[in-house]
Every structure is written in structure tokens, then in C-alpha cells.
């Protein structure tokens, strides 16, 4: 009786998590269960923090962060995104109108014309193909340039991802199985690494949660020594994971950032971030 | 003790030793070299990778997500039982959400690989 009881209470968050999923599932109430969820396991970290990753977890780390974002590598990215911007711009304000601050709030979307979720990135892509104009290759280079400055230009603006009809709602659950379902040899699922292991370590790697992991993309990495997109670091942890990763823009990941973006929403727009 | 008299006390331990009962000392020999093999094992990155998660006697940077590898013999009286965990055999599977692979069950390493690893950590 006391064990099972036990049991019950340490799953906490899956048993509810499985329970609404096999009923139809609310986005919102889901969200506000991994907000609570991670707010029991540290009361102390304001919600608002978890825009800095891993760094909320180690005053160390935050403060050599802190030290590498005052000269941050990723000012001269945000340049050339500007660059790449100015050289093409009359396509560009077609697509996005002229205020270069109001496009990154925009993303991700579910477009219900094509039942599929749009992110920046594909956004500008498509800008260009639509205009005869060459697409950017997707992992780094001109393409996370131009959506670092349009990260940028809209800092302090919040995430603000909408989910009200049934197509929304079944690419929400789509991205949030395979945020949940163990894959790959090592049998880890992500949120193994950035939910109930959040601010543990693995080797010396600080574990990020994961509300506020779309909020500072792209980022420059030390690792990289340069910028890359979201969904090149999602490659990077499933290949971690001995787990075959999905195509950059692939459905799979459109589906992990619009619920990874959508469970941080109300958190500030930081981007682009710098990252060990 | 200087190095030059533990030399020479060593060397005669163990030609004392091998005069006596050789025949222990080279099964003391093959366990001495399996349990160092089972800790390289453990600690390689592209086999166990345990400290990717385990403190784990002397191993640099230990992650800290799955409990330190100590006390093994107290806390698995019972050896299979702790080839049973590392192997990943259904029933040693009781934690839920845990990060510890299934090292046997998804062919991360081979069944002679975790008992060398086993036979290393029933040292701690």
C-alpha cells in the first residue's frame, strides 16, 4: 500500500501526463503542470530565469557567462544576418512587412492551410524560394545569421505561441512524444535530460531545463565556434542519445520546437545566445 | 617506505609466491587483469561510459544523475542481481523515468563486457 503510494508520488508528473493524453489533451493545462512541476523542484528560480539554460542551476557558471556575454562571439553573426537581410530586402519586407522587431514573435505558427507548423527558419527559406531566390543551407551560416538578427531586434518580447484548433493541438502532442518516448540505444528520452534530470550533471555538463530552450536560438556555441539553429542542436543531442536524428525543418522538429516553444511561453525572447 | 624497498619487497612477495602456489597466482593474475579491464570498460566513453552519470572511485568529471557506484557488495549481496541492473533485465528496471541504459537488453555491450564491469565494481 505505502509502496504503491510511493510509486504514484514519484511519478508525479507522467501519471498525469499519460492520463491526459489518453483523453484529449489541453496544451494550457499541460504547460502549467511542467511550470508547477519544475517550480516545486526549485522553488527558488523564478520562472523568468529559465531564459539562461543550464545557468540558472550554478552561481559559477552564471557568472562566467555573464563575463562572456558583456564582449559576446555572436555580435559580428549579428552583423552579417543584417548584411544578408539589407541585400535582399524588398523580398524580405514582402514576407514580413517592415518592422524587423515584430517577425520572431511570430514563431513558430500552426498554418492551418497547410495543417503545418511554420518556424522562422522555414519561413525565410520559403521567402526566398517563393521569390526565385536561392535557400539557405539550414543548420548554420546565412541562415541562422538572418534569424539571429531578427531574434535581436526583438529581445524582451515574449514567446507567445498559440494552440486553439485540432491541428495546433495535434502537432503540440506530436512534438511532445517524442520530447517524452526513450529512442536510440540508450533507451533516454529528452525530457530524461532536461525534466527530471534539470540541473543535474552529466559528465560536467549542466543539464538545461526545458522551459526557456527556444527563448536565446540561435546560439553560438564554444563547442561550434560558430552560430547554429535549434534544430541542429536537437541533432546533436539525438545523436548523443546513439539515436538517429530527424532532418533539420523535417516535420519531427517543427512538431519538438512548436511544444518546446509553446511550454515556455511568457518567457522573453533572448536570442541570440551564447552557449559552452 | 622508499620505492627502491618496496621494489624488492614486492619482487619477493611475489617470487616467494610463485614458488609456493603458482597456480592461485595466475588465477589472482587473470581476475586482477579482468577487473582492470571492466574498469576501463566502465570508464570509456564509447563502451560504459559510467561516469557520464556515477561518481565512480578515482574517474574525472562524474556526473551526479544516477546514485554513486560504492558499497556494491552491501547494497547487491547477490551478484546476478547487480549483473541483472547493468544488463537491464526487466525486472531490475523499477526506477521510472531512469536514465540508466539497459546495457545488456539494447546490445550496448556484450555480456562478457558487463561482467568484467561487474567484476570491477563488486570492488567498491
Known amino acids: 500500500m505505502k509502496k504503491t503510494l510511493l510509486i504514484a508520488l ?49 552561481a559559477d557558471k552564471m557568472q562566467q557567462w555573464e563575463a562572456a556575454e558583456e564582449f559576446p562571439p555572436y555580435l ?43 518556424t522562422l527558419e522555414g519561413a525565410i527559406n520559403s521567402c526566398r524560394t517563393d521569390a526565385g531566390l536561392k535557400a539557405y543551407k539550414w543548420k548554420k551560416g546565412a541562415l541562422a545569421q538572418v534569424s539571429a538578427y531578427l531574434a535581436y531586434n526583438a529581445r524582451g518580447q515574449k514567446i507567445n505561441v498559440k494552440i486553439d484548433t485540432d491541428g495546433a493541438r495535434a502537432a503540440y502532442e506530436a512534438g511532445r512524444n517524442i520530447y517524452i518516448k526513450p529512442t536510440g540505444q540508450l533507451n533516454l528520452s ?25 527563448t536565446h536560438f540561435p546560439v553560438f556555441r564554444a563547442k561550434w565556434q560558430n552560430l547554429g539553429t535549434l534544430h541542429r542542436r536537437y541533432g ?39 552557449r559552452e | 617506505m622508499n620505492s627502491k624497498m618496496k621494489q624488492l619487497l614486492t619482487a619477493l612477495a611475489l617470487s616467494t609466491a610463485v614458488l609456493t602456489v603458482p597456480a592461485t597466482v595466475q588465477a589472482a593474475e587473470k581476475a586482477a587483469s579482468a577487473i582492470d579491464e571492466g574498469k576501463k570498460l566502465a570508464f570509456s566513453r564509447s563502451k560504459g561510459n559510467c561516469l557520464a552519470c556515477h561518481m565512480v572511485a578515482d574517474g574525472a568529471m562524474p556526473g551526479n544523475i544516477g546514485p554513486a557506484i560504492i558499497a556494491m557488495k552491501l547494497r547487491f549481496p547477490d551478484k546476478q542481481k547487480l549483473f541483472d541492473k547493468v544488463w537491464g533485465t526487466p525486472e531490475s528496471q523499477t526506477v521510472p523515468n531512469s536514465m540508466m541504459p539497459p546495457f545488456g537488453q539494447n546490445g550496448i555491450l556484450t555480456d562478457s563486457e558487463i561482467h568484467k564491469i561487474v567484476d570491477y565494481i563488486y570492488t567498491l
Open chain 1, 10 to 58: 514519484s511519478l508525479g508528473v507522467t501519471v498525469a501526463a499519460t492520463s491526459t493524453l489518453a483523453t484529449a489533451m489541453d496544451p494550457e493545462t499541460d504547460r502549467q503542470q511542467l511550470v508547477d512541476y519544475f517550480q516545486a523542484k526549485n522553488p527558488k528560480i523564478a520562472v523568468d530565469e529559465y531564459v539562461n539554460g543550464a545557468y540558472i542551476y550554478s
Open chain 1, 76 to 118: 559580428d553573426a549579428i552583423d552579417a544576418g543584417e548584411a544578408h537581410y539589407n541585400k535582399d530586402i524588398a523580398t524580405y519586407e514582402k514576407c514580413f512587412g517592415t518592422d524587423v522587431s515584430a517577425i520572431r514573435p511570430k514563431y513558430p505558427y500552426f498554418d492551418e492551410k497547410t495543417q503545418q507548423v511554420v
Open chain 1, 190 to 214: 529528452c525530457a530524461k535530460c532536461h525534466t527530471y534530470n534539470a540541473g543535474r550533471k552529466a559528465r560536467s555538463n549542466l543539464l538545461s531545463p526545458i522551459l526557456g530552450h527556444t
Open chain 1, 236 to 274: 546533436g543531442c539525438h545523436k548523443n542519445m546513439r539515436a538517429k536524428p530527424f532532418k533539420a525543418q523535417s516535420e519531427e522538429y517543427r512538431n519538438l520546437e512548436f511544444f518546446e516553444a509553446y511550454v515556455s511561453n511568457g518567457l522573453k525572447i533572448n536570442g541570440p545566445g551564447y
